[in-house]
């Protein structure tokens, strides 16, 4: 079967980039899995509906290395691939019909600012929250207090 072009447009992924080596003609090969998610909306006023598809996308090489590097849940991304038939017989001989989604480019949508924060969140939701203090810090024996009070005068016109 021939190849078909697949665009999934704003995206957004659903969880964080698999990446795996395995085996390949010239030796270990990055491959990563990405979930992505995309919205379509149809109709107007009370009859708009929307729906969703995902699609698990497979990348290789160099492109599945900075993926799993740069991405995460919640990414916004634009994917351009191709679906091609992955039918195969299981083990008792029944017809598996599968499709597989290779992605070709995948553009990084969000700013790097954008992705710095995501990451920093996750980095911080994977780590054990600190147990807050039960007292300020002390100092020279006695205990501070947090100031209330402003610190420079307010000018009212």
Known sequence: MANVQVIQRHAHLAGAVKLEFVNGREGNIA???LTAISNTRRGSGDSREEESTAIQWTLWGKQAE?????????????????LRNNNYQ???????YALAFT???????????????????????????????????????????ARTEPQGEAVLA
């Open 90 to 96: 299981d083990n008792e001989g029944a017809d598996v």
């Open 103 to 145: 992605a070709e480019e995948v553009d990084y949508l969000d700013s790097r600012a954008d992705s710095e924060a995501r990451r920093a969140r996750m980095d911080g939701a994977s780590a054990p929250q600190a147990q807050p203090a039960t007292s300020a810090p002390k100092a020279n024996g006695r205990t501070r207090r």
């Open 66 to 82: 900075n993926a799993a590097e740069y991405l995460g849940k919640g990414s916004h991304v634009n994917i351009v691939g191709r």
């Open 31 to 33: 491959k990563a899995v």
